[in-house]
């Protein structure tokens, strides 16, 4: 067999196999206990907003993060999640601050 030939193979063989490994390994990633999937395309803002909705009250930073972290088994950071909260009020969509670092959702009009 040419040595072309058989370096053609062997490359798609091994990007075959790479591609399969990647998919055992994240369905193996999904059933890792307190995993729980997130809808696709769900941002954090998102995920806050759902949070405060379910509260029916004002939340502070830390407890939203620790909600989040229990409801779709990621951790947001705490200041990334404050400055994307502190953007959204700054153009009144959605949210207020009532507080230090203390969000809730904005009345619907």
Same mark, same amino acid.
């Given at each position: 067999?040419?040595?072309?030939?058989?370096?053609?193979?062997?490359?798609?063989?091994?990007?075959?196999?790479?591609?399969?490994?990647?998919?055992?390994?994240?369905?193996i990633d999904?059933?890792?206990?307190?995993?729980?999937?997130?809808?696709?395309?769900? *941002?954090?803002?998102?995920?806050t907003?759902?949070?405060?909705h379910d509260? =029916?009250q004002p @939340?502070?930073?830390? /407890?939203?993060? !620790?909600r989040?972290?229990?409801?779709y088994?990621?951790?947001?950071?705490?200041?990334?999640?404050?400055?994307?909260? *502190?953007?959204?009020?700054?153009?009144?969509?959605r949210f207020?601050?009532? =507080?230090?670092? @203390?969000?809730?959702? /904005?009345?619907? !009009?």
């Amino acid at each position: 067999m040419d040595d072309q030939i058989r370096d053609i193979l062997l490359s798609t063989t091994e990007e075959m196999l790479e591609a399969q490994l990647k998919a055992v390994r994240s369905l193996i990633d999904k059933r890792k206990p307190g995993k729980t999937s997130t809808k696709k395309g769900m *941002s954090q803002i998102d995920m806050t907003y759902a949070i405060l909705h379910d509260a =029916g009250q004002p @939340l502070h930073v830390t /407890r939203i993060i !620790e909600r989040i972290s229990d409801r779709y088994g990621i951790t947001p950071d705490r200041e990334s999640l404050v400055s994307s909260l *502190s953007k959204r009020i700054a153009r009144a969509d959605r949210f207020i601050r009532v =507080g230090p670092n @203390l969000f809730a959702l /904005r009345k619907e !009009e």
